[in-house]
């Protein structure tokens, strides 16, 4: 096993490397909506590209770096199992919900997961949250809607969309759950290969069932995967697990909302969608919910 120092990091550098990763993973939507092939096989290459650099790392922090030779028990391995599964099924079950409704609908609604963390760490493990968090978060979720808001489709014939959609936070919200618990005793490095390599297994048949082509037709669909793998996987998700170790598992949710801001912002920039000032309200709203819940969380940690 790896040990984590929790106290050797200061929480304010874990906060700002959980916005350093949500920016990285905001390029996710993007590089799935440019892929070349379907929703199955592009999350199975997020993680199967991703796996040779996570490798790397865990070998080079074990052999190069003085970290300790990782001995995970079978607990430990079935605990990272289980986070590898949560992430397949947020993969699969929001690439899906992209197909079936808007992005709009999809990327407000699997933004819903910090909700269902707060409430899996209260039902869970008795977790308790202060008014000034709850009110943070509240506001961070109203940011969302009006920052999509203009683009919502909300009809019966996307409704089994918006149902993944749904899902997709559930099973996020349990990934976040799960890496916040498992960072407390492993390694990030450690972390991230076999939660990934989990992640690709349980997406195999996922693929093996959806009848999608399997291989990329062209250089550059390849190319949109690996930036994919690099972006959404190897950074954006590293860093957050970093910070988790850092970080209540609840405000990292609601940081992480941070996401469509820049999703948004980068769709204008490369596919010329419009900013409108009630989008702009949005994000101001988000960022005052971000920054009330990281005082509620800070207000609990010295009420300790």
Do not use: C
């Not at 070998?59 to 607990?75: N, T, V």
């Not at 940011?143 to 936070?169: C, H, I, N, P, Y």
């Amino acid at each position: 096993m790896v040990a984590n120092s929790p106290s050797n990091t200061d929480p304010r550098s874990a906060f700002a490397w959980l916005l350093v990763g949500a920016s990285a993973i905001a390029f996710a939507p993007i590089l799935v909506r440019m892929s070349e092939i379907g929703p199955a096989p592009t999350a199975f290459y997020r993680t199967f590209l991703a796996l040779p650099f996570l490798g790397a790392w865990l070998w080079f922090s074990i052999h190069q770096g003085g970290a300790e030779q990782p001995k995970l028990d079978r607990g430990e391995y079935l605990r990272l199992g289980l986070a590898g599964f949560f992430f397949a099924g947020d993969l699969t079950l929001w690439h899906y919900s992209i197909y079936f409704t808007s992005i709009a609908n999809s990327t407000l609604l699997a933004n819903l997961a910090p909700i269902f963390v707060t409430l899996g760490g209260f039902l869970l493990f008795r977790e308790r949250f202060s008014r000034l968090f709850l009110g943070g978060m509240t506001f961070a979720v109203i940011g969302v809607v009006v920052l999509m808001g203009e683009s919502l489709q909300l009809s019966g014939r996307s409704f089994f969309g918006d149902f993944l959609g749904v899902m997709t936070a559930v099973f996020y919200a349990s990934y976040i759950l799960s890496v916040g618990r498992l960072r407390a005793r492993l390694a990030t490095a450690v972390l991230m290969f076999w939660s990934t390599l989990a992640t690709s297994i349980f997406l195999l048949p996922v693929v093996v069932l959806s009848g999608d082509a399997w291989v990329p037709p062209t250089l550059q669909a390849w190319a949109i995967l690996l930036g994919l793998a690099l972006m959404g996987q190897v950074i954006g998700q590293s860093l957050i697990a970093y910070a988790l170790a850092h970080l209540p598992a609840a405000f990292s949710s609601v940081s992480l909302m941070f996401q469509p801001i820049l999703a948004a912002i980068l769709a204008w920039l490369l596919f010329a969608e419009t900013l409108s000032a009630v989008q702009g309200l949005g994000a101001l709203v988000v960022l005052v919910g971000v920054v009330a819940a990281r005082q509620g969380s800070i207000a609990k940690q010295r009420a300790k």
